[in-house]
Each structure stands twice: as C-alpha cells, then as structure tokens.
C-alpha cells in the first residue's frame, strides 16, 4: 500500500496493486483497475517512486535468522 495526498488534504493508501495508470494532467490522476480515479497532491514521479519502494520491500528476500551464535 502506498501513502497518497487528496486535494483536501485528506491521506489514505492505495493498493499498489490495483493502479492500473498515473497521469499527469497537470494534476495527477490515478486510475485503478477497478475503474475508480483519485486526483492526488503527489507528482507522478513521486506515486511511482513509492510503488517501486513498496515493489521492493515486499519482495525483498527473507532474512533467515539462525539458531547459532
């Protein structure tokens, strides 16, 4: 899940996921595979920036923690 910014100022996540586009027009319009569309403070470059962190960090490999000192 991501963090993104309404326009009133409101802040809610969005399923990574489901983003299907990331306009800028000016305004940055997300489009979800759901049909839905958030207009959003961030820049596209920013959305896409928290997509590929959110990317890695959940298919980052696992840390294996040993019994052993």
Excluded: C, W
Aim: charged share 15%; aromatic share 4%.
């Amino acid at each position: 899940m991501i963090l993104v910014t309404r326009f009133n100022g409101s802040q809610l996540y969005v399923n990574a996921d489901l983003i299907q586009t990331v306009e800028g027009t000016p305004d940055t319009v997300i489009t979800l595979t759901t049909g839905v569309q958030l207009i959003v403070h961030e820049p596209p470059q920013v959305i896409l920036e928290r997509i590929i962190a959110y990317k890695r960090q959940i298919h980052a490999a696992p840390r294996l923690v040993s019994g052993e000192s």
